[in-house]
T-cell receptor, first 112, second 114 residues
């Protein structure tokens, strides 16, 4: 039973447009949500996070939105750039924070 | 700072062979983790450690053992490899905090068990 789900295996977007990556979760005990980015042959790198007490967090071109009632979060990338092409993982943790539960990932392709 | 490093990068084993994957971090992090990544499954936690001399089971611990004899190192062992253990293995580390858990990942080890 996957507690964190990324239902879109892949997404293709034109350069300069918005990329929206979605993530759903089932465990209402999750307090923190993170997005990681992964290039081929490299480890995941932290991108942005959000606490469950917030509904939005912004960092440059990246914004994460959290809808607790729907148990849904999304990552918006505006404007999308070819260098954003990677696999994006959604992850969640409970208050003690020492274990992350990851989604299956979404492959983002930004076309120039 | 090298961050998190993993040895080896690639390995091919035959069924029944054993091996040890080494993870090292130079960030003085207390917590360390081993994950495996399989297609369509994301990253799944195998074992983790919250400090030197401690280990704990994650989501998929069967067939693996770990040791954390030194704070900077976390070893993952396969005593008798099986084809189901073919995967990419990632080590990660983090500093304990009551807020979000940003983990720093190594580059991964691609293991094939024939």
């Amino acid at each position: 039973d996957q507690q964190v789900k990324q239902n879109s295996p892949s997404l293709s977007v034109q350069e300069g447009r918005i990329s929206i990556l979605n993530c759903d979760y089932t465990n209402s005990m999750f307090d923190y949500f993170l997005w990681y980015k992964k290039y081929p042959a490299e480890g995941p790198t932290f991108l942005i996070s959000i606490s469950s007490i917030k509904d939005k967090n912004e960092d440059g071109r990246f914004t994460v939105f959290l809808n607790k009632s729907a148990k849904h979060l999304s990552l918006h990338i505006v404007p999308s750039q070819p260098g954003d092409s990677a696999v994006y993982f959604c992850a969640a943790s409970q208050w003690d924070g020492n274990k992350l539960v990851f989604g299956a990932g979404t492959i983002l392709r930004v076309k120039s | 700072n090298a961050g998190v490093t993993q040895t080896p990068k690639f390995r091919v084993l035959k069924t029944g062979q054993s091996m040890t994957l080494l993870c090292a971090q130079d960030m003085n992090h207390e917590y360390m983790y081993w994950y495996r990544q399989d297609p369509g499954m994301g990253l799944r936690l195998i074992h983790y450690s919250v400090g030197e001399g401690t280990t704990a089971k994650g989501e998929v611990p069967d067939g693996y053992n770990v040791s954390r004899l030194k704070k900077q190192n976390f070893l993952l062992g396969l005593e008798s490899a099986a084809p189901s253990q073919t995967s990419v293995y990632f080590c990660a580390s983090s500093y304990p905090t009551h807020s979000y858990n940003e983990q720093f990942f190594g580059p991964g080890t691609r293991l094939t068990v024939l």
